[in-house]
């Protein structure tokens, strides 16, 4: 595929190889041959979330990665102390802050930045300072994404989950409003120079809209990609994602007929 001016990478998340690995012990399946699948088949880097009870992926996973994978590494944490310690010791290509709470399922909602600027400051700077860049994973409201932007945040992550869940219900409207939101939130955080991301819950179809958003650079996308691998492999799974994201993108690179 020729590169595209303004082409759009894909992230894979490779966290539930390490959960379906996890659920028997053992070391099968393993979340690094998956990152090294993903890699060639044209995936532009990699994603795992080490979350803090170390559910799926393991800090052993983490060094693995670091260590026998040329993509760039993007780690998602919880801003801890503990979390710091580690990214400071492998010093992945960007960390992505979420927020974390033990009992929920998947990453439910953006960080609240507003609320911490102070703190989450301090640890950008930590990070930032190792050479690491930083993003942070919020829901595309302006005022988090201002406050991203005065803490010194590299990136946004613009959390698409309630998109995606829309998408699933029958409400055309809250779809459309949803989809607003997005296109607005990386407008404006482009603005303030902010490099925009988005992710969570994309699937073939929903990718659709939101790698349209001409601002996104990046999308992260790990359970739909690593749940339709057992139907058709890993490679195809990538290569498929990557096809679409990069047919929507001609789309969007196309010039304008006058
Ligand atoms: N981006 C962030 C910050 C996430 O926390 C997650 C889930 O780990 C994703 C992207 C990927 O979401 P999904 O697994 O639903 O594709």
Redesign the pocket.
């Known amino acids: 595929m020729k590169p595209l001016l303004n082409e759009l990478r894909l992230g894979v998340?490779i966290?539930?190889v390490a959960t379906i690995r996890n659920a028997r012990g053992g070391i099968h399946p393993d979340p690094v041959r998956a990152a090294l699948m993903a890699a060639d088949a044209g995936a532009d880097g990699i994603?795992a979330?080490l979350r803090e009870d170390r559910r799926h992926i393991s800090d052993d996973d983490i060094a693995r990665l670091r260590s026998n994978v040329a993509l760039p590494l993007n780690l998602?944490m919880a801003a801890t102390e503990e979390m710091l310690a580690i990214a400071l010791r492998h010093i992945p290509n960007a960390v992505?802050l979420?927020p974390e709470k033990r009992q929920e399922l998947?990453?439910e909602g953006g960080l609240n930045i507003y609320r911490n600027k102070k703190y989450l400051h301090d640890f950008i700077q930590a990070l930032k300072a190792a050479g690491t860049r930083v993003s942070l994973?919020i829901d595309p409201s302006g005022k988090q994404i201002e406050a991203a932007a005065e803490i010194g945040a590299d990136i946004v992550?613009l959390h698409t989950?309630r998109y995606c869940e829309v998408v699933l219900g029958a409400d055309r409207k809250e779809e459309a409003r949803e989809l607003k939101r997005l296109v607005e939130g990386a407008t404006f955080a482009a603005g303030f120079g902010l490099e925009v991301h988005a992710?969570?819950?994309?699937d073939f179809e929903t990718v659709k809209p939101v790698a349209a958003i001409p601002e996104l650079v990046e999308l992260?996308?790990?359970?739909?990609?690593i749940g339709e691998a057992i139907f058709i492999g890993m490679e195809a799974v990538v290569t498929d994602m990557r096809k679409i994201m990069h047919e929507v993108r001609l789309g969007v690179n196309a010039e304008p007929t006058p």
């Open positions: 998340n966290d539930h994603t979330h998602e992505c979420v998947t990453t994973f992550e989950g992710g969570h819950g994309l992260n996308i790990g359970h739909f990609l």
